[in-house]
């Protein structure tokens, strides 16, 4: 029950008082009165009727009144409506002072007719006055309910002083003249005195109090709170006990202000926590090692100034972004898994890192990963801490240049030398190569040394250095291992003739004289030692010694010289020399010719084509192969020119046969690397054949499989060229290369030469029987007309002629034969007889 309702039995006992009022309404007026009241459940229940009014008839009418629902709130009814005999004439709402509705008063007449006027006054009369004593009945329980109120606080409330006690920290409150009227025990506690009665000069002295004094002045003049913080140990403030008092002004019911109220708390932890929070912010900010936060999905949420110092990226920039922005894309996925392994289960990684900064330049970093979990160990962040380590890195570089090459050229040094040798003899025997090691050594430089002195000596070695250094591939290595010695190692020598020629061409660097600083110039000479991989020595060791004591051998034979570390080797070199020396005038000479070998059709015998073979007329050593020479031509840059020569003389006899009537079909000329390469070359053909007659379709020019491998575009722009001039293209030696299908398809070929060495093979094993089958059928699907060259045997012809190769050059019909004995068989073949069996 609370005040708003009025309590039933106290109605039950007033509305005796308004039985009289029903006495009269039925005595003297002939109409029946029910008052009734709401129940909890919105239902109307009689609380005070006429006399004559059964309780069937009580229920009866209001059921009629709840069916006309006489107000808004509809009232509840669970009975079924009833036959009513009487009906309500006047309904009247009953409310509380509090605009709740209480209940109805109810007139009707017993035999429907209408009722007087003066019992519908009393009706109105009476609802008035029951809604007075309805408002007086709530007035008594709203007393009541004060009253119980009140009661219950007194009883339970503690005093002002109990209240304040009970609180932590202090209370106090000053009157306007500053002095303390009211304070808490821990006041007293810590202050070692009560200050009720005493100021802040007193308990305090006039500095701090001066300090309070102002801070409660603030306080009273703005008319709000304030908030002073105050380190509580002034003499020693690492004890970092920190105070927090908040003064409000203290305000009368008169609305005055009468003084001043202060709490005061201790925030040391607070504060601590700040202080960690700044101090972290401070070394966040100025770390110098870079800090990149993401949340656990990898999405950056800060950066520091120096990740934006080493990165570039500013942190608006950064902020939102994935980390993957600085991949350097040098690691591959497997490398990341590894890292975010390690991090996820282990919480942290740590190791070097190449990045990307916002420029695109590499750098590498020393990172820290770690993962920074929550109170259910879940990642919540990931933390990279990362130093910018390029300087260190080139530091570490540079200490390892300084170890391994000689300060004064930067050449590698003797360690460096030997560790690369080591690898170059490793590389050769791999790839089943030759390397030369050659020691140089310059003549006479304790001479310069001592009489122009260490300056022009040194000098003198860088120059040494730099022309070594020119005159070298990119893949070999100078080294100078002590005073005037170097050496240098030749990787990939195909024989001791090209050692040779490389040696001849270190030696003549020397041939220039040596400008020096001063203006003056020194001639040099040296001395060379070579020695040869695997021949002369299979490690590093013995190669070096050898090429030590060939260099010496130099030496002794009157320096400014070189010397192979074997005898006979060093004849061979000393001939290869004299020959090089020879080529260059056997063309002026006349003395380079050719020899021609006929090339058959298998199935009728008959010449279809002649290749035309070089052979050199030495006059000393008489007629030397092209395997004598033509490397040599090759390297000397005389290539060009012996193969103008070769393709004029066979261009002139082709025309010459033609014009004597002779069938050959075509006459085969090779074509040397360098040739092909030339940019003019195809125009120098045409011109050739301008020149001698010989048409286009008589010509064909033979280039080897590997060297179309090795150099395709410059190759296959003029083999188009002259192939549009209408000269056959032959690819010769093949199956030694690696060409694929798909290779061959885009030269401009008409002809397929199986090598000799599968043509040989094919007497001796299945393989190469196999080789030469897929080599013959390759070449068929592409409609290039096969031929196999080196055939020496009926065995050999047999097998290629079955399996569908038809034409074939070898010794088994003829050797290369000169120009009156090619005629000859030329003029024989009139009616030649099948060679094979059909
Ligand atoms: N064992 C054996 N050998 C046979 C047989 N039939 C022919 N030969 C040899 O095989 C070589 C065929 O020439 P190639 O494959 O073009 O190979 C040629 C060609 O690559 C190159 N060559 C020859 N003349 C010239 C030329 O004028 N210019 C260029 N650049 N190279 C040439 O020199 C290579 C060797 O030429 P040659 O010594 O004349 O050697 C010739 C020939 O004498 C045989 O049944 N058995």
Redesign the pocket.
């Known amino acids: 029950m609370d005040y708003q309702q009025v309590e039933l039995s106290k109605v039950h006992h007033t509305a005796k008082q308004w039985l009289p009022s029903l006495q009269i309404l039925e005595r003297s007026l002939g109409a029946h009165a029910l008052i009734a009241y709401l129940d909890h459940d919105d239902a109307l229940q009689p609380l005070v009727a006429s006399a004559s009014l059964s309780a069937e008839e009580q229920r009866q009418l209001l059921h009629e009144v709840t069916a006309r629902r006489i107000t808004e709130t509809s009232f509840a009814s669970n009975a079924e409506p009833a036959t009513a005999d009487l009906t309500p004439q006047r309904m009247i709402e009953l409310f509380l002072p509090t605009q709740a509705l209480f209940g109805v008063l109810c007139l009707c007449s017993g035999d429907d007719s209408p009722l007087p006027e003066e019992a519908l006054i009393l009706a109105d009369n009476l609802a008035a006055r029951i809604q007075r004593d309805l408002a007086l009945l709530q007035q008594d329980c709203l007393n009541e309910f004060n009253r119980q109120q009140g009661q219950l606080q007194s009883e339970s409330l503690p005093s002002l002083q109990a209240f304040i006690n009970s609180i932590e920290g202090h209370i106090w409150i000053k009157n306007l003249d500053g002095i303390y009227v009211c304070a808490n025990h821990n006041v007293s506690r810590d202050w070692g005195t009560s200050p009720i009665g005493k100021n802040d000069l007193q308990l305090f002295g006039a500095e701090r109090s001066a300090i309070f004094d102002a801070a409660d002045r603030n306080a009273i003049r703005s008319g709000k709170p304030i908030v002073t913080e105050e380190c509580a140990d002034a003499d020693d403030p690492d004890q970092n006990r920190w105070l927090e008092t908040i003064k409000s002004p203290v305000i009368s019911e008169t609305g005055e202000v009468v003084g001043v109220i202060g709490m005061t708390r201790n925030i040391s932890q607070r504060k601590a926590f700040q202080d960690q929070l700044s101090l972290a912010a401070t070394v966040f900010a100025n770390s110098v090692e870079g800090v990149l936060i993401t949340d656990r999905h990898g999405t950056i949420i800060e950066v520091n100034n120096a990740f934006t110092e080493i990165t570039g990226y500013r942190r608006e920039e950064a902020i939102s972004l994935n980390p993957r922005i600085l991949k350097s894309g040098r690691y591959d996925n497997g490398f990341y898994e590894t890292m975010w392994q390690s991090l996820t289960q282990e919480g942290q990684w740590q190791g070097e890192l190449w990045n990307r900064r916002k420029d695109g330049s590499l750098y590498p970093q020393m990172t820290t990963l770690s993962a920074v979990y929550d109170d259910h160990r879940r990642i919540r962040y990931y933390v990279a801490v990362f130093a910018d380590i390029s300087e260190q890195k080139q530091a570490e570089e540079r200490l390892a240049h300084m170890a391994y090459h000689d300060p004064l050229t930067g050449l590698p040094n003797r360690a460096k030398m030997q560790a690369e040798l080591k690898l170059a003899i490793e590389r050769a025997e791999e790839r089943q190569q030759q390397m030369a090691v050659v020691f140089v050594d310059v003549d006479h430089f304790k001479l310069i040394n001592d009489s122009a002195g260490h300056l022009v000596g040194d000098e003198v070695l860088c120059e040494v250095a730099n022309r070594l250094k020119q005159q070298v591939r990119q893949v070999d290595t100078v080294a100078r291992i002590g005073g005037d010695e170097f050496v240098v190692l030749l990787s990939g020598i195909p024989d001791s003739q090209a050692a040779t020629a490389v040696v001849s061409k270190l030696m003549a660097l020397f041939e220039r004289p040596f400008e020096l600083g001063s203006g003056d110039q020194l001639r040099l000479t040296s001395s060379l030692g070579i020695a040869l991989f695997p021949q002369d020595g299979r490690n590093s060791d013995t190669l070096l010694k050898h090429a030590d004591s060939a260099m010496y051998r130099a030496k002794q034979q009157g320096r400014n010289s070189f010397s192979f570390f074997t005898q006979s080797q060093n004849e061979r070199s000393l001939e290869h020399l004299k020959l090089q020396s020879d080529l260059h005038d056997a063309i002026a000479n006349h003395e380079l010719h050719l020899?021609y070998?006929p090339q058959y059709d298998l199935a009728s015998n008959r010449i279809v084509g002649i290749?035309?073979?070089?052979r050199w007329h030495h006059p000393r050593l008489g007629v030397l192969?092209?395997?004598r020479f033509?490397n040599m031509a090759e390297r000397m840059g005389l290539?060009t020119d012996?193969?103008l020569v070769?393709l004029t003389q066979a261009c002139h006899q082709a025309s010459q046969w033609l014009s004597q009537g002779l069938e050959f079909g075509r006459i085969a000329?090779?074509?040397?690397g360098p040739q092909l390469l030339r940019r003019d070359f195809s125009d120098e053909v045409q011109a050739v054949l301008k020149q001698t007659g010989c048409p286009a379709s008589a010509l064909e020019l033979?280039v080897?499989e590997n060297f179309l491998i090795q150099n395709p575009d410059d190759a296959i722009r003029n083999l188009n060229q002259l192939r549009a001039l209408g000269i056959h293209i032959a690819i010769?030696?093949f199956g030694t290369g690696y060409s694929s299908l798909s290779y061959l398809k885009r030269l401009p070929l008409t002809t397929l030469k199986i090598d000799?060495s599968f043509v040989h093979g094919i007497s001796v094993d299945a393989d190469n029987q196999v080789i030469a089958k897929a080599i013959i059928s390759m070449g068929n699907s592409l409609s290039l007309n096969v031929i196999a060259?080196?055939?020496?045997t009926r065995e050999q012809a047999q097998f290629l002629a079955e399996n569908g190769c038809e034409q074939a050059?070898?010794?088994?019909f003829s050797?290369?034969v000169n120009d009156s004995a090619i005629l000859k068989l030329l003029t024989q073949q009139t009616d030649p007889q099948p060679l094979l069996q059909p």
């Open positions: 020899n070998q290749e035309a073979l070089i192969g092209p395997a033509i290539i012996i193969g070769v000329v090779n074509v040397a033979e080897t010769d030696d000799q060259e080196g055939v020496e050059q070898g010794f088994l050797r290369p």
